[in-house]
């Protein structure tokens, strides 16, 4: 597989930055998906496929797992076997494009491809990129520490591949800030500085002083054709990750979706209206799962909905819904305005709230972990959560596991209604979790950096190459084995030794799951939710105030939205949040964004 279920669990939209530790957190949880991948449980080929941190104005609770972003793939059923060896394909929904030799291109941008079957194997790097020197590197890490490289083949085999000794600094996600800011302050930086800029905001500033080399010379027309794989980039991946116009590093592509609602479709078409419309038959089927008995037990012991973190887990499908802007609406003037200043968020609160004294949220709302609202899903205790989007399919997936408790569960993707019966909103992520950029020393020595950009080319290497196949799985028969529908399974010396040697880069999000017809859906759900996206305005530029306020604010955001959402306070305790945020830095962080925006 690739990109199977998102390897980063975006625990809300871009709009709302969350604190370190909350995101922390989320990394650890999004970690484990990843590293069961869509297709089986096991370990695997190359995935790409993650759900996004946005840059600039906001983050979410995702940013994580980025390392086991290659893992795919599986223990795979007979039927899926025969599926992946015909390559037969499932029925595309209406408008879809079709498979052509088991590929289904993604025909929009930021769409991922699906594949029925296995590409046959290709090469995507023409030689060797290094020239028999050093690489250091200072790269984020969410896995275990690897063994030393003299005790570790797959390091070995790595700097045979690249040709050069590679030297990474992998630094825990705990710590990374610090270390990174530390590091930077020395002024003796590695030749490759992977930089996720939620984690360690204030590094847009180092780039605006001139602490990091443009390369958009390197990354940009015909020059960027020195390196194939990150050629195949598309425009908006460059566009998002560029500076006040400039290229100041490669950025390791994610999903440009974010969280989505992971639902049992199956209970809904028992109620007769398997895609809501609008905000009211949202409602009454959210009030038919609470109240009349969708499992068909004789019991009344489900919910409509199940969520984490106060609410705010499920706040970006109902902000959608209402089509309240991603984090800021820039207005004719060229001012901003917030998110949370607009009618169409206070719209939200009280429809939510609606939804709260009605009985829809399962009652352990709030204090529900990752792991419980997987379980309540899974089996049949609340009808749809919040959840990394492509979550729901491959093996076990929230429908693969749902199926095994109740054989005919649906557990699919649901796009968001508009509340009136119009087109809802969806909020595009910047495409990319990080980026590997050069300090400015190297930057005066044009060879080096081709040098350094093929070494991150290699790690781009995209779903179906060998490089990819080595990059997710190591070595055949020493870190993973083949099975007979051609899928690769890393056995425990891959996952002890691999870690996140391969995490300075990575390729475009692709779908491939054993279980016939989940690619597709996943594919299409993405498709339709791309279709109404909107981007931050803010994207790429730099607020010193959002950087140093994130987490003070967003505790704010999650107190007040639980207290007005769960009938502690009035609606009309928006106004007072909205002032305590203006107050806390948000007119500042405005202020910071718009001088930028002009600039």
Not at 236 to 264: D, E, F
Not at 313 to 330: E, G, I, S, T
Not at 426 to 441: L, S, V
Not at 442 to 452: A, N, S, T
Request: aromatic share 8%.
């Amino acid at each position: 597989m690739s990109g199977a279920r998102d390897a980063r669990d975006n625990g809300g939209r871009p709009p709302h930055r969350h604190s370190r530790r909350a995101l922390l957190r989320a990394a650890a949880g999004a970690a484990g998906v990843a590293a069961l991948a869509a297709c089986g449980g096991a370990a695997t080929t190359p995935v790409a496929g993650t759900a996004l941190p946005a840059g600039g104005g906001g983050s979410n609770a995702t940013a994580a797992a980025t390392t086991a972003a290659r893992a795919t793939t599986t223990t795979a059923s007979a039927t899926a076997a025969a599926s992946t060896a015909t390559g037969a394909a499932p029925a595309t929904a209406a408008g879809s494009p079709v498979a052509v030799d088991g590929k289904i291109p993604g025909g929009a941008p930021g769409v991922p491809d699906a594949y029925v079957k296995l590409p046959p194997a290709f090469k995507s790097v023409a030689a060797v990129p290094g020239k028999g020197g050093k690489v250091t590197t200072f790269q984020i890490a969410y896995s275990p520490p690897v063994p030393p490289r003299g005790e570790n083949r797959y390091w070995q085999e790595l700097e045979k591949r690249l040709g050069v000794t590679f030297e990474p600094t992998l630094q825990p996600a705990d710590g990374y800030p610090e270390k990174l800011a530390v590091l930077t302050a020395s002024g003796d930086m590695p030749d490759l500085v992977f930089i996720v800029p939620e984690q360690a905001p204030g590094q847009y500033s180092l780039v605006k002083q001139g602490a990091y080399a443009d390369l958009t010379p390197y990354l940009t027309g015909d020059a960027l054709k020195d390196f194939p794989n990150l050629a195949s980039y598309p425009e908006y991946l460059w566009k998002n990750v560029a500076v006040n116009g400039k290229i100041y590093g490669v950025p390791r592509p994610q999903l440009r979706t974010g969280a989505g609602m992971s639902w049992r479709k199956d209970w809904a078409e028992k109620f007769g209206n398997p895609q809501p419309k609008n905000a009211d038959e949202f409602y009454q089927l959210m009030v038919a799962f609470t109240k009349q008995d969708p499992d068909g037990n004789g019991k009344e012991d489900t919910y409509g909905l199940g969520s984490i973190t106060q609410f705010v887990y499920n706040l970006p499908f109902f902000q959608n819904m209402f089509r309240v802007p991603n984090v800021w609406r820039k207005n004719p003037d060229g001012t901003l305005t917030h998110a949370i200043e607009t009618e169409e968020f206070r719209a939200t609160l009280a429809y939510m709230r609606k939804l709260f004294e009605a009985g829809i949220f399962h009652p352990d709302t709030g204090t529900m972990n990752r792991t419980q609202r997987k379980d309540f899903i899974n089996g049949g205790r609340v009808g749809g959560v919040m959840d990394a989007i492509s979550n729901f399919a491959g093996a076990g997936g929230f429908r693969d596991e749902a199926r095994k408790i109740t054989p005919t569960a649906n557990v699919t993707g649901l796009v968001p209604p508009g509340h009136d019966g119009g087109k809802a909103t969806t909020d595009n992520t910047n495409g990319f979790f990080g980026f590997a950029a050069m300090p400015a020393k190297i930057g005066r020595d044009r060879e080096r950096v081709k040098e350094l950009l093929r070494v991150v080319d290699y790690f781009a290497a995209p779903f179906g190459s060998e490089e990819s196949a080595f990059l997710g799985n190591g070595i055949e028969g020493v870190h993973h084995e083949i099975k007979p529908d051609g899928t690769r399974v890393r056995n425990d010396l891959g996952r002890g030794e691999i870690g996140d040697l391969n995490s300075l880069g990575g390729n475009l999000p692709a779908y491939y799951y054993t279980i016939p017809g989940d690619a597709q859906e996943v594919q299409s759900v993405v498709r339709e939710i791309l279709a109404l996206g909107q981007d931050n305005p803010v994207l790429g530029l730099y607020s010193p105030t959002d950087a140093s306020r994130a987490g003070e604010l967003n505790q704010l955001r999650i107190d007040r939205v639980a207290a007005i959402v769960s009938g502690r306070a009035p609606l009309g305790a928006l106004d007072q949040y909205v002032r305590d945020w203006k107050a806390r830095g948000g007119d500042q962080i405005r202020k910071e964004y718009e001088d930028a925006l002009k600039a």
